[in-house]
């Protein structure tokens, strides 16, 4: 059931500010939000520049917090990472400074350990089959293939 609620524009302001201080969002995840919201452009517009003045909605923002939560609690490889902030049309610039959020050497350490506890939980006899299985999830989290494949040859041989 949709509801048609109607909105003054100080009282979709206060909302949208809400929906953007529980967490960081995205120019799309707002504009989602507006049409949910059966506004008109001319209001969205007005909208969307209160947010960003007042600072509720900030893209560089959102693109750190995201790369940087991904990568500590999901696991995931730049590859997914990018894909991920594409898919949510955040510009090139933005993410070039969201991976500067993940340091080189906590990036190769964590890929070490993701990959060695992957390994272990594999039950294949097959070393073919037990490289693949490995290299798909690896693959799947969006790691960079020269190491997957790199890092699967040394711990499956």
Not at 7 to 24: F, I, P, V
């Amino acid at each position: 059931m949709i509801k048609n609620t109607s909105y003054t524009l100080e009282e979709a302001k206060r909302k949208l500010e809400g929906y953007c201080s529980y967490q960081d969002r995205c120019h799309k995840e707002v504009d989602r939000k507006l049409a949910q919201m059966n506004l008109i452009p001319l209001i969205k517009e007005e909208i969307i520049l209160h947010l960003m003045k007042y600072d509720f909605l900030n893209e560089e923002r959102f693109a750190k917090s995201f790369a940087r939560g991904k990568f500590n609690i999901k696991r995931w490889g730049k590859v997914r990472i990018i894909r991920e902030l594409k898919f949510r049309e955040i510009s090139e610039y933005n993410i070039q400074i969201a991976l500067k959020e993940i340091s080189s050497d906590n990036y190769i350490h964590t890929f070490n350990i993701l990959s060695e506890k992957k390994c272990l939980t594999i039950r294949e006899s097959n070393i073919y089959k037990k490289r693949k299985k490995l290299a798909d999830y690896l693959l799947y989290r969006g790691w960079e293939s020269d190491l997957v494949y790199t890092r699967v040859r040394e711990l499956i041989s």
